[in-house]
């Protein structure tokens, strides 16, 4: 009886630490590139000094998650597709300042919000062009200690 909870408890602890999708999704391909930005965070106060205008090299990791290999070519996803994708996607923030790119005065253009603009841009190009279907995880490094992800179904 105490062998099936301690089971069931570390399986309830794997799943919160990291996410249900690792014994559904077993195989996973990961990609890497960045991008520099500038923005603000509009003025407002709670932001501290980033309040106002800096710029930020983010690096950017994406993985791709999935429940069976490609049945040809025994791959999660072309990585070289991937990762031409990747930069694609990257490319519409390269080196612009986020509050043109987003002009609406409302939009915080956060870590988090921007690790979901990637996942989607990815995940639309994938789906059309790849065929890929499971979970995308972007993770968006600010520094070599703080980073925010998004993570959605294709």
Request: glycine fraction near 8%; proline fraction near 3%.
């Amino acid at each position: 009886m105490m062998r099936g909870r301690v089971a069931t408890f570390l399986m309830v602890l794997n799943q919160a630490i990291f996410g249900s999708s690792s014994r559904e999704l077993p195989y996973a391909l990961g990609v890497r590139d960045s991008f520099m930005i500038g923005h603000s965070f509009r003025g407002n106060p709670d932001f501290g000094p980033a309040a106002n205008m800096h710029g930020a090299t983010y690096t950017c990791d994406v993985e791709f998650r999935t429940a069976k290999l490609h049945e040809k070519n025994n791959w999660v996803i072309d990585i070289g597709k991937a990762l031409s994708i990747l930069s694609d996607v990257l490319g519409e923030y390269n080196f612009k300042n986020l509050d043109e790119v987003f002009p609406d005065e409302t939009v915080m253009t956060t870590t988090e919000f921007m690790a979901k603009k990637v996942h989607d841009g990815v995940a639309k190009r994938v789906k059309e062009e790849c065929g890929f279907s499971g979970i995308i995880t972007v993770k968006l490094w600010e520094s070599h200690m703080a980073w925010a992800s998004y993570e959605g179904k294709v």
